[in-house]
Every structure is written in structure tokens, then in C-alpha cells.
């Protein structure tokens, strides 16, 4: 009998969360381990797979398990390694789905970046299944995607494609980005980038705003939703500028791969309208006209709380038995 279940990891800087799933994307037994404070990876692995073991034991033991899936930052998936992720605190190269398998059992792992195990979860539980062909774009601190073509999401030769965040969106006097070079999309359109654009803005210029009544350094992007969503032009202004930013990028997005939608997750996302209507006006005056209308643009379904578990326990159900 095809085994019922099987687990979901993702794997933050801080904290880990996991969970059993069952077929339908129920969630049964969850529970968490901290990342951060392990600077030996081994010591992180041991504390994982001790409460691997009690969501495991619940559903009936290792038997019931078909696989299991793993979403984490540089994760790639040809060689189930974590490779120099900078906000994980094990550097360099990292056999992490060999060391969860081994104190495992052997039962099989398999790993991904966060954002591409998001796609897949988007395309088994939410807004992409039955689509063969849609970006995923995740707005978070970072701007994360996972490109699905023919069914099948793209890693390129090496493991690592689809870094659709560090497109260079603004060739002069660009930002410049955690990732090291100038004008990424990342530095604009994540929360991060949203938060450094109110900076600028509150700097350069003279409207008054709800944003001035808070410290600079302490702005957040969900500062500048609460102020929009009291009516204040300046906040507004600053979801129109990083929707165009993102309209603009999709355009090209669209010319590459001709998806059928494009899917936004994170928290950005939340921001509805504030953040989907800029981006929307954006892409129809940037897009190529044979595309003008073709891809639908919309939010996952996807319950946030639950959603990085979805997505890496999806890729359980893909894995083969070693």
C-alpha cells in the first residue's frame, strides 16, 4: 500500500518547523527546532530528528512515511547540500539531506531552496495546481522565485536557477543588495527594499506623513501598510513606486517563460490592492504585446503559517526510495 504520508521541513536562520502531511495537504502533528543556536550542524540534526521522531511516531512510525522534503535558503536540489548560505550558521558546503536521512532510518529526503519548495507546494495544494507553467515569487525579506515549465520546475544545470530576485532592475546609481552587486530587484521589492525606500523617502522629500511620527531606523514594511492603509499618500506612494518596480520586472518575467500566472506569496502580498493594482498597470504598459493579457496575476492560496511546511513536504511525495 502506498504510504500515507510525509514531511515537511523549512528551515529558516533562526528556526526550524516541520510537520507530517497527509495527501489532501492536512497537516497533522507539527513542532520546531531552533537553527541559530546550533553552530554545529550535527548538534542541529540531532535536535531536528529527535522531534522528527515524535510528529513520526503519531501517524504510526517510519512505515507510514513515503519521503521527505526540505526547503532551505541555498538549498540545492541535484545534491540535497546546503552551499554557503549566508544567515545559516554552518558555512560552506552542508550534506544536510544525507544527514537527515541517516539518523533517519534511510528514509528518503529531499531538498530544495525555500522558495522553489514554495512553488511546489503552490502547484500540489494551492493556487497553480493544474498549471503546467508559473513563476512563483515570494516577497519576503528577500525576493525569492521558483520558475515551473511543462510541469516541471526549473534548477538549471547546477541547482541554483531561477534567482529571478537578483535581476539588475536599475543598471545606474542601483541599491546595493545583500547579495554584493547594485540595483538587484531584491534591494526594491522585498520588505526590506519597501522599508529602505520610506527611508529615502521621509530623507528627501517634505510631505507630511504618519511614517515621520516613528524612528527611521526602526521602520518596517508592515509601518508603511498600517500608514497607507490610513490613507497616507507618502505610504501609498511608496506601494505604487515598489509595484511599478515589480510590473516592470514581471514584463520581462513573461517574455522569458510565457507563464499562465504569476503568484505572489510573502508577506508583501498581504498588502492586497495597495501592491497588486501598481503592479498590475505596471506590466500592461511594460509587457510585450503577443503576451498583452495572457498571465493571470494572483496571491497563493496557501496559508501562510502552514505554507513552508506545504511546500517541502510536496517535495515528499516526489522522492524514490534510495
Sequence with gaps: ????????????GTNTVFGVVDARGTILYSGSAKT?????????????????EG??????GHDKIKGIGVGAPNGNYFTGCIEFAPNLPWKGTIPLAQLISEKLNGIPV????????????????????GMKDFIMITLGTGVGSGIVIGGNLVYGHDGFAGELGHVITRRHNGRKCGCGREGCLEAYAS????????????????????LRNLNPDEIAS??????????????????????TMLGEAFADFIAFSSPEAIILFGGLAKAGDLIM???KESLDQNVLKVFAGKTKLLFSQLKESDAAVLGA????WETKEI
Design 36 to 52: 541559530g543556536k546550533h553552530a554545529d550542524v550535527n548538534n542541529y540534526v540531532d535536535e531536528l530528528a529527535n522531534g522528527l
Design 313 to 316: 513536504s510536496a517535495l515528499g
Design 277 to 279: 493594482k501598481p503592479i
Design 191 to 210: 520588505a526590506t527594499g519597501v522599508a529602505r525606500t520610506a527611508r529615502e523617502y521621509l530623507e528627501i522629500r517634505t510631505d507630511e506623513s504618519l
Design 110 to 129: 529531499t531538498l530544495t531552496n525555500d522558495a522553489n519548495a514554495a512553488a511546489i507546494g503552490e502547484m500540489t495544494y494551492g493556487a497553480a495546481r
Design 222 to 243: 508592515k509601518d508603511v501598510y498600517d500608514a497607507a492603509m490610513k490613507n497616507d499618500k507618502l505610504a501609498i506612494e511608496i506601494f505604487e513606486a515598489t509595484g
Design 1 to 12: 500500500m502506498e504510504k500515507p504520508y510525509v514531511v515537511g521541513i523549512d528551515i529558516g
Design 55 to 60: 510528529v513520526i511516531r503519531r501517524v504510526g
